[in-house]
């Protein structure tokens, strides 16, 4: 591992060129070009899970190797890794880095390439914002200048550290589930397209062609058509209906869901079932159509839900993604959504090297190859 993260390095310093394609876009296949029912071709359809490594402010930054090994194995391309950036700055100061931590992002880095999957940086957490309540950031990222200087900050130092890696390796998902934008003291819309829109200048100063991920409002659920001439791509999720996603979950407000069913669930007051999800991913089908990327950066359902429910409901949003061209990644690999050590109470699990899998789950989603 030694010989290969001193690799690494060198070709992260060499800055080696990449692909010349502008932007995220790639020249859609022949096959694909002649599918008149898929909208999404801008982007790979990657298909994998987020790991967790660097996900709160607890987190030790340690990525267990077998992980990416097992995803690359089961047929996935891709992980996406949720991080918190005050992992890597010592006294609470924006612009002072923690180099040790940035060396075990760097070796997960390593690791998702060594198995050939894609790898996308996102900041769970952000310089002013994140959905996570652990901590209270003490600026807002939508309206203080301070906090959007100190997210580019950190957005620059991470292009200009992967500058050498290839577009077709690694992205960049910019913030995690931006909210509703209809609280003026919170963020509105052109506070939203600012930031984005500076970080995105930024980053291109570093690696002009890297590919760079914007989610969608509403915690990733409305796509942002003013931000399609950018040349970014744009990340939808697979949370909906929260009846049956987050039935039971302690960090929602959960406590007057309903026994999850399917169809049936039931979000903010209406019943959702096939129909209604497919008229909720068309608004994202077409953005695609559009020429902008779409990918599903997170989803899954929390380990309360009963699992016929889970397996019925996900098999209708994988069914409806993949008929877009859409990729997606679980929450999470190992845990509450994933298919290693999920603690559902309601699934017979296989030993899988000391772990628990769920065979069926894992199985349902290798079916949309």
């Given at each position: 591992m030694k010989n290969n993260r001193r690799n690494f390095l060198k070709m992260v310093a060499?800055?080696?060129t990449a692909a010349t394609l502008p932007g995220y876009a790639r020249e859609p296949k022949k096959e694909e070009k002649t599918k008149k029912s898929v909208a999404q071709t801008a982007l790979p359809r990657w298909r994998g899970f987020n790991l967790q490594g660097m996900f709160t402010l607890k987190s030790i930054g340690d990525f267990p190797e077998d992980d990416f090994r097992w995803i690359r194995d089961w047929g996935f391309d891709f992980v996406r890794l949720p991080l918190c950036y005050r992992l890597w700055i010592k006294d609470g100061n924006d612009y002072k880095l923690h180099e040790p931590m940035l060396a075990k992002l760097d070796r997960a880095v390593q690791l998702a390439h060594k198995y050939g999957l894609h790898v996308c940086l996102n900041?769970?957490?952000?310089?002013?914002?994140?959905?996570?309540r652990e901590f209270t950031e003490p600026l807002n990222l939508w309206k203080d200048q301070k906090a959007l200087d100190a997210f580019c900050f950190h957005w620059q130092m991470l292009a200009k550290r992967y500058r050498g890696i290839s577009k077709d390796k690694l992205s960049f998902d910019l913030?995690?589930?931006?909210?509703?934008?209809n609280n003026e003291k919170v963020m509105t819309r052109a506070d939203h397209e600012r930031v984005i829109r500076t970080a995105v200048a930024a980053i291109r100063k570093e690696s002009s062609n890297r590919i760079i991920i914007a989610d969608g409002l509403r915690w990733g659920n409305?796509?942002?058509p003013e931000?399609?001439?950018?040349?970014?791509a744009q990340s939808c999720r697979a949370y909906i209906p929260m009846s049956v996603t987050h039935y039971k979950a302690s960090w929602v407000r959960s406590e007057n869901f309903p026994e999850p069913a399917w169809p049936g669930g039931w979000h903010r007051g209406e019943r959702w079932d096939r129909k209604r999800l497919e008229q909720h991913y068309n608004s994202w089908a077409e953005l695609a159509r559009g020429g902008v990327g779409v990918h599903c950066g997170e989803g899954g359902a929390y380990n309360k839900t009963p699992h016929r429910v889970v397996l019925a409901w996900l098999r209708d949003v994988l069914e409806i993604l993949t008929g877009y061209g859409i990729g997606w990644a679980i929450w999470n690999f190992r845990g509450?959504?994933?298919?290693?050590?999920?603690?559902?109470?309601?699934?017979?699990y296989e030993d899988f090297h000391g772990h628990k899998l769920d065979r069926k789950l894992l199985q349902l989603l290798q079916e949309f190859e």
């Open positions: 060499a800055g080696l900041f769970h957490r952000g310089p002013g914002y994140s959905v996570n913030i995690n589930e931006p909210p509703d934008a409305e796509p942002v931000l399609a001439d950018l040349g970014i509450g959504f994933g298919i290693l050590d999920s603690s559902r109470q309601d699934v017979q």
